[in-house]
Every structure is written in C-alpha cells, then in structure tokens.
C-alpha cells in the first residue's frame, strides 16, 4: 500500500514541478530583457556557440555588434571571419531574445532558458519544437559579453 502512495506522491510532485517552472518562463524573459533594455547596450562583443543543424551550426563564433546591428563575426575553432553573405544569420542579443518569445509563444516541446543575472542576457538557450521531429532542436551559449562602447545619455 505505501508503494502505491509513493508513486502516487511522486508524480503529483514532478507534474507540479514542470507546470511551475514553464509557468515563470514568460515573467523570466521579461525581466531578464527589463535588465538588458535597463543598460541600453548598443555596442558589445560576445561569444556565441550554436548547436543545431541550421546555418553556422556547429560554429563557436566570437560577435561583435556595433549600434545594435551584426558588424563582424569569427569563427574561433579555424580563427577565420565568418563570410559577410552570412553575418544575416548572426544574431544580436536582442534576437535571442525574440528567439526564446517565439519558442514559447510556439508551446516547443522543451524549452529552458539561462539569464546573466547583471545584464539579464540569455547565457543558454535550449530549444526543441517538437518532441517528433529530428533535427529541431537549438541550444545556443552565450559567454565573455564585453561592452564596447556606452551608451549616449
């Protein structure tokens, strides 16, 4: 008889767990965009990992964005840029952003997002729309973010 109740217990504890935390992600995002929006960063270099099977996937890239907008990107596993046709699938911290609002307004199967807690950028994205289709899972890392300029009062 306790058996049944352990099991019982159990899974009311996981089903609560899951519910709770994909409830937080929406309030997540907005306060980690809050923080980011707060430092009204328009300029800044980073380091980027994509793991996927997209474009530039596979690549551990190091950005760099001027005025909020993609300006160079280098491969660092072959230390060569990445070719200017390409720099359109670099994204900006603001994208990632609107990445991890789309993956949740999509419902994806599996979502978890990691934010720095001082500039409230995405520091690990991790994505996978549908647990039935191969290949649509995403995790991009984000590391070393270092302001280039500050920002115009």
Same mark, same amino acid.
């Given at each position: 008889m306790s058996a049944r109740y352990l099991l019982a217990f159990s899974l009311v504890t996981l089903t609560g767990c899951q519910a709770t935390t994909a409830a937080s992600e929406p309030d997540s995002l907005t306060q980690a965009r809050?923080?980011? @929006?707060?430092?009204?960063? #328009?300029s800044y270099r980073f380091e980027m990992s994509r *793991?996927? +099977?997209?474009?530039? #996937? #596979? &690549?551990? %890239? @190091? +950005? !760099?964005v001027h005025a909020g907008s993609v300006s160079a990107a280098a491969d660092l596993d072959n230390n060569n /840029?990445? @070719?200017?046709?390409?720099? *359109? =699938? +670099? !994204?900006?911290?603001?994208?990632?952003?609107d990445l991890i609002e789309d993956a949740l307004g &999509?419902?994806?199967?599996?979502? /978890?997002? %990691? =934010?720095?807690p001082i500039l409230g950028y995405p *520091? &690990?994205?991790?994505?996978? =729309? /549908?647990?039935? !289709?191969?290949?649509? @899972?995403? !995790?991009?890392?984000v590391r070393d973010l270092a302001v280039l300029e500050s920002a115009a009062p």
């Open positions: 809050a923080r980011w @929006e707060a430092h009204n960063l #328009g *793991t996927c +099977v997209c474009v530039l #996937g #596979g &690549r551990r %890239m @190091e +950005v !760099t /840029s990445v @070719e200017a046709a390409l720099l *359109t =699938y +670099v !994204t900006t911290i603001p994208d990632l952003f &999509r419902k994806a199967a599996y979502f /978890s997002a %990691m =934010y720095d *520091t &690990r994205i991790d994505i996978d =729309y /549908s647990a039935t !289709t191969a290949d649509d @899972e995403l !995790t991009i890392t």
